[in-house]
């Protein structure tokens, strides 16, 4: 009998055989049906041909969503033990916190002393005029160090209110003597580190030339060198009023570049970067007496573009003191004017408000809610409340500085 008949007869007699035991009820007992049906089965696998592979279905897959990442969002209070309230980042190390910024006083001016040194590493850079077309920038310190900064130059009357609304320790070479009283006695002696011989680590003479390219602070012996006097405030200051968010605000327009001038051969520049989605910074390289370029701005320590987060633009009453144009008040305390933030790609306009003497400059929208910065650091340029705004190009803007 061939395997194909064997098996069908095999069928049969299976079908067959439960029928039966299924409707007659036999009596047949336990050990006999199983008897039976080992003689079945041992005949089926002996008889049977290999089986056939059937083919199997793969089942439908759902397609798992595209991870995405949760916005960054914070402020302007309740911030959390590990973020920095002026830039909105998690610090490697929240004890850093625990301290008053360090805010030094960096030259733009002699050109000589460029590429500038550590800010890169600043949570906020203050620009403002110092007048004949010149300026000089405030660098701020909190949720990291840098090693290097500088040049450092003299203090300006501007600085003590700054300094104050930081809740900082200014490092500064000294300033004019008028000025110079005006800071101490807004801030203390022990708030105010001159540069000396005697303050090395925290401030040291490289020996470069000249004095004005000379000076050089390192943050961390700044804190140090602060720590040591008997007034020094060790316990984390409050710094509330920034908010930030990752998510860029509704509202915006074009705001690819901005040109900060303040005078001939001597203009900031900033330019987004999709790829990095910051603000590349770029200055003055003069040519000439009636030629200059622009070049990338970079950290000597680094030899890196800097790159900032949020340019800011705030307009502020300049009160010139003296007839040469080189000393002014800069109102900040318990007033406001109009600002212009750059952020993403976009700019978008508001208002600044100096609260008081112990809290940061805060911005808000058109609407009058508090204008939500993309987490970072920040620059702020400090310009006239006359100053000029153009746009030649869509996008591309300039803001020349002018006083009441």
């Keep these: 009998m061939t395997k194909i008949k064997m098996t069908a007869l095999v069928a049969v007699t299976v079908l067959i055989l439960t029928t039966l035991l299924t409707a007659c009820q ?13 003689v079945i089965v041992n005949e089926t696998i002996t008889a049977m041909p290999s089986a056939t592979q059937v083919p199997t279905i793969a089942p439908t897959k759902t397609p798992l969503p595209t991870p995405t990442t949760a ?5 302007p209070s309740n911030f959390p033990d590990n973020v920095d309230p002026l830039t909105g980042l998690t610090v490697a190390d929240p ?3 625990n301290r008053r910024p360090v805010m030094i006083k960096v030259s733009n001016l002699p050109p000589s002393g460029r590429p500038h040194a550590g800010l890169s590493k600043a949570d906020i ?9 010149g300026n000089r920038f405030l660098a701020l310190y909190y949720g990291q160090d840098a090693d290097m900064v ?6 300006r009357f501007v600085d003590r209110w700054l300094v104050s609304m930081y809740q900082g320790v200014l490092g500064m070479m000294y300033a004019y003597a008028p000025e110079y009283a005006k800071i101490i006695n807004q801030l203390g002696y022990s708030r105010v580190i001159n540069g000396t011989e005697n303050t090395c680590p925290a401030i040291c003479n490289k020996n470069l030339g000249i004095s004005e390219i000379s000076w050089f602070a390192n943050t961390a012996e700044m804190t140090k060198y602060y720590d040591k006097s008997a007034s020094a405030l060790t316990t984390k200051p409050t710094l509330d009023g920034m908010v ?8 915006g327009t074009a705001g690819s570049e901005l040109t900060m001038h303040f005078g001939f051969a001597n203009e900031g ?5 999709t790829a990095s989605k910051k603000y590349l910074a770029w200055i003055d390289n003069r040519i000439d007496q009636e030629t200059y370029t622009m070049i990338p701005w970079v950290d000597r320590t680094t030899n890196e573009q800097l790159a900032i987060s949020n340019v800011i633009v705030i307009f502020a009453n300049y009160t010139t003191l003296n007839g040469d144009d080189t000393m002014h008040e800069i109102s900040l305390v318990g007033t406001s004017g109009k600002a212009l933030f750059f952020r993403d790609g976009q700019v978008y306009t508001g208002k600044w408000k100096g609260v008081d003497t112990t809290g940061p400059i805060q911005f808000f929208d058109a609407n009058n809610q508090p204008f939500e910065l993309q987490p970072g650091n920040s620059w702020i340029s400090i310009t006239g409340e006359s100053s000029s ?3 030649d190009t869509p996008g591309v803007y300039k803001v020349t500085f002018l006083k009441p």
């Design 125 to 133: 850079v203050f620009d403002y005029s110092t007048g004949e077309g």
């Design 150 to 155: 500088g040049p450092i130059r003299s203090g």
């Design 244 to 251: 930030f968010n990752s998510v860029p605000p509704a509202g």
């Design 71 to 75: 916005p960054i969002k914070y402020g």
């Design 26 to 38: 036999t009596a047949l007992s336990t050990q006999q049906v199983q008897g039976t049906m080992s």
């Design 389 to 391: 705004v153009t746009q």
């Design 95 to 97: 004890s850093i916190l």
């Design 269 to 273: 520049q900033w330019k987004y970067d």
